[in-house]
């Protein structure tokens, strides 16, 4: 007897939809490995991981408040991923966003502006400023040929840096005991509450929105179309005079929007200022929300709902269990992991066969 | 001649089945040493698995397979190389990012790597197989990429050789050449598998055919005693359909290419210098010409996956398109079939109703930049019924076909945009007999509707068949092009391979003179 992988005549669409499934039960099976390794009873820290942040309405709340920025980002990076456009840059485009969306804010002042105009204008800013954070990768791509990889990865650590500056220099708030944080942004500037004592904002119905326009576009826009093709037959593009250079550009822009309003809904929603740092690296973890969800729209909200956990489970394990907070980056780590790993059963199948009789020479 | 030894290989009983189809159905099969041995059918009769089989990179289900008189099993084609078979593949094995070099050394490691470019110089000439052991494969046609497969496989010695399709990419002067050398390798006692669809090859080499049709053997003759005629039919159970073919009553120039200069690409790559041709609505002009000689350049240039300098080196239907794109071009009017099927005309992991979207537009397809599933579907489902598709339905994935049908699909769906120009290049390459014909008449058809068609192929025998006019490409030049009527296959066989003296000067084309 012996196993091995045979090619399937075409990609399976259950396998397709369980290796995510598949994915998270191996995650589960080395998270108990761990806790084993750490002391740990595993069913307590699972129940600790798991399910005590999600126990309380309250909790409820913030598993969709963590998953807001998490769909919004990587309902963008899709966008691009399915044309071969690889951003990594989306916690550098959230900083820009958070950045130009807080700038106005700021700017505005003590409720001179009303809601309803300075929301929309944030909003706008925060997305123009991570589409032209975007921009920069995509012009050295289509100008150099310099891999947007790169270049969308260094980028992050300028933006930070950029934000630390003003945070620390021109925005630092005059009567904040001289901690690095700006002002606190009025009440104007503030996303309103969808649900009272929680602090779940319309961020959520924002992105739930756009991932609805994102699955309009990519499902039955001729253009979602043709960037799909571009990602899986580079050269039946070409052929088709499908243009890499707008491809490139679009994925990049989308990206580089949905980001830097996932930068203002953090700002305008639970910090409610500028602080060095505005994201526990939602945009890294968005690129795994991605994946995980198969970059479809549907998918992608289910997976932002999964690595929400993933981020409340840590924190809650390090309250209850003393277990430290790396413990999330090691869950995210190896779902992908195992996410790429299971992906191999979409275009193959396991054949177990008997071992072919010895020759009778 | 009768062959009273032993069969070198004796296939008894071979059975394959694949999901959903039966590809081998119980198969016998006897080669004796010193005999071509030909193995006849269209394309999903079963041949290219039966002889994955004997290379060993597919297990039958059922069946036994001796060699030399004993039982074998054949695990990988490592052993089948060991026991002395050798294959050429019709579909490529070679990796794109290495060298001829490169690429030969991972199959064969009988010969040091030292004295190996010079081993590959010697069976290259020795053959008339020209390659440069250094040239890496990705810069090279797919004529170039099959002369790599056949000097990799005559470098081992093999005692059986099998080859599949071996001679698309020939001239008809190398084909004789090359079937010299396989007479030569069976008078020293070697056995040849020739697997071919070209019927006058099979009876001017082969001493024996069997005949696969569906998956099991319909015949066993002398392929030498028997005509294409009855061949056809054994293979396909009825009669070769033969392309009808009225005179050309060509109109106005609709595809004009004016002194075109492209420069190479890549260092491999070949210079298009100073091609000028024209092509009328209603007729056919084909361009013939070995593989690697500018036909990879010539086709990009057309087709707008190149876009050139000077806007009027291509006039579309009266609109200078130098510079435009290739969506563009395709809204003038132009239609292309190209050469790969498999992820340049279709995307291989799509479904066929997306693969007909990819190159075709209108409002029963796309409204205001929507896609209309249901005129897309519809689109499919036509041009599956239309040119007689094999294929579950329009959600089939485009590489669950075989290529046969891939091609008639790709060739559907670019005939039914209702082009004004058709550029096809090698319509029928690796296509069974049915089909072909099929295509070849389908191109017919277009140019009977007024369709101004150019065919760039390998296959004289085709070019013949269908063209009113003919050309060819010979290291980026391309001659004068002709009424078939003035030419003969000897004089295109002599401006293939190049012969200065029979290539008239790249002049002005006859059609605008």
């Not at chain 1, 809601?115 to 204008?121: D, I, K």
């Not at chain 2, 066993?220 to 009825?238: F, H, Q, Y």
Request: glycine fraction near 10%; proline fraction near 5%.
């Amino acid at each position: 007897m012996r196993a091995f992988f045979e090619a399937r005549p075409q990609p399976s669409r259950l396998a397709v939809w369980m290796a995510p499934v598949l994915a998270t039960g191996a995650t589960l099976v080395i998270g108990f490995i761990v806790f084993e390794a750490f002391d740990k009873n595993p069913l307590a820290a699972f129940y600790a991981f798991f399910i005590q942040p999600v126990a309380t309405r309250y909790g409820v709340a913030e598993l969709l408040l963590k998953a807001t920025p998490l769909m919004l980002i990587a309902t963008g990076l899709a966008i691009g991923y399915r044309a071969n456009v690889w951003n990594i840059g989306a916690e550098g485009q959230l900083t820009l966003g958070a950045m130009a969306g807080g700038g106005l804010a700021l700017l505005a002042g003590d409720d001179s502006w009303p809601a309803f105009v300075l929301l929309p204008a944030m909003f706008a800013c925060g997305a123009l400023a991570g589409m032209a954070w975007a921009a920069i990768p995509a012009w050295l791509r289509t100008r150099f040929n310099a891999n947007e990889i790169l270049t969308s990865l260094m980028l992050v650590y300028i933006a930070t840096l950029l934000l630390s500056w003003l945070v620390h220099g021109p925005w630092r708030d005059p009567e904040g005991y001289n901690f690095p944080q700006s002002k606190l942004f009025s009440d104007n500037a503030l996303l309103p509450n969808l649900l009272a004592e929680t602090r779940l904002n319309v961020g959520l119905a924002l992105a739930l929105a756009i991932v609805a326009l994102a699955w309009l576009f990519v499902r039955r826009h001729i253009v979602g179309f043709e960037m799909r093709v571009a990602g899986l037959a580079p050269a039946a593009a070409n052929y088709a005079g499908i243009s890499a250079r707008r491809n490139v550009w679009l994925g990049m822009l989308a990206g580089g929007a949905c980001a830097g309003l996932a930068g203002v809904g953090e700002a305008a929603g639970p910090i409610g200022q500028l602080l060095p740092s505005m994201s526990p690296g939602y945009g890294f973890a968005a690129i795994i929300v991605a994946f995980v969800g198969r970059l479809h729209p549907l998918g992608i909200v289910l997976a932002s709902l999964l690595m929400s956990l993933l981020y409340l489970g840590g924190e809650s394990a390090q309250m209850n269990l003393a277990l430290p907070s790396a413990v999330t980056g090691l869950f995210q780590g190896t779902l992908l992991f195992f996410l790429l790993a299971a992906d191999v059963f979409v275009n193959y199948r396991v054949r177990i066969a008997r071992s072919a009789p010895r020759p009778a020479t | 001649m009768s062959h009273p030894r032993a069969p070198r290989l004796a296939l008894r009983g071979i059975s394959k089945r694949y999901p959903g189809v039966l590809a081998n159905d119980g198969i016998d099969l006897d080669v004796r040493p010193g005999e071509i041995h030909a193995v006849l059918g269209e394309n999903g009769a079963g041949k290219s698995t039966l002889m994955k089989v004997i290379y060993g990179i597919v297990k039958p289900d059922a069946g036994t397979i001796r060699w030399e008189g004993a039982p074998v099993t054949i695990a990988n084609p490592a052993q089948a190389r060991k026991l002395g078979i050798g294959m050429v593949f019709q579909h490529f094995s070679l990796f794109d990012t290495l060298t001829v070099a490169e690429n030969i050394r991972l199959a064969v490691d009988t010969i040091a790597a030292r004295a190996l470019p010079a081993r590959i110089r010697d069976v290259s000439e020795r053959y008339g197989l020209a390659l440069d052991p250094d040239r890496h494969i990705h810069t090279m046609s797919v004529g170039e990429r099959q002369r790599v497969e056949i000097v990799r496989c005559l470098l081992q010695e093999p005692r059986l050789l099998i080859m599949d399709e071996p001679t698309s990419v020939l001239t008809p002067q190398a084909v004789l050449r090359l079937f010299d050398t396989l007479r030569a390798l069976a008078a020293e006692g070697r056995s040849i598998l020739y697997i071919s669809h070209k019927l006058d090859e099979i009876r001017a080499l082969c001493h024996r055919a069997t005949v696969l049709r569906a998956g099991r053997v319909t015949g066993e003759c002398d392929p030498r005693v028997e005509t294409s005629a009855t061949l056809a039919r054994m293979m396909i159970g009825s009669e070769l359909p033969h392309p009808r073919h009225r005179d050309a009553a060509a109109g106005a120039p609709a595809l004009v290419v004016d002194a075109l200069d492209v420069r190479a690409g890549d260092p491999f790559g070949t210079t298009l210098r100073g091609i000028s041709f024209s092509v009328r609505a209603g007729e056919i002009v084909g361009i013939a010409g070995v593989s690697g000689n500018g036909q990879k350049e010539l086709l990009a240039a057309l087709s707008g996956e190149r876009t050139l300098g000077r806007k009027d080196a291509i006039v579309l239907c009266g609109t200078p398109a130098g510079r435009l794109g290739a969506a563009a071009r395709r809204a003038l009017g132009l239609a292309f079939v190209p050469e790969e099927r498999l992820g340049r005309g279709a995307v291989p992991e799509m479904s066929l109703a997306d693969n007909a979207l990819l190159t075709t537009r209108g409002p029963a397809l796309v409204a205001r930049g929507f896609i209309r599933s249901k005129g897309v579907r519809a689109y499919a489902t036509k041009t599956i019924a239309d040119f007689r598709v094999k294929a579950t339905g329009p959600d089939a994935a485009a590489r669950s076909l075989s290529g046969g049908n891939l091609q008639k699909f790709i060739v559907g769906r670019e005939i039914g945009q209702q082009p004004r120009v058709l550029i096809a290049a090698q319509p029928t390459w690796g296509v069974d007999v049915g089909a072909s014909a099929q295509i070849r008449q389908a191109l017919i058809d277009l140019r009977d509707r007024g369709v101004a068609v150019l065919v760039i192929s390998e296959e004289l025998d085709e070019l013949m068949e269908i063209c009113d006019r003919l050309a060819v490409i010979a290291e980026g030049r391309l001659s004068e092009a002709k009424s078939i009527h003035a030419t003969s296959a000897e004089e295109i066989g002599m401006l293939m391979a190049g012969s200065h003296a029979a290539r008239g000067e790249p002049s002005a084309d006859a059609a605008r003179a």
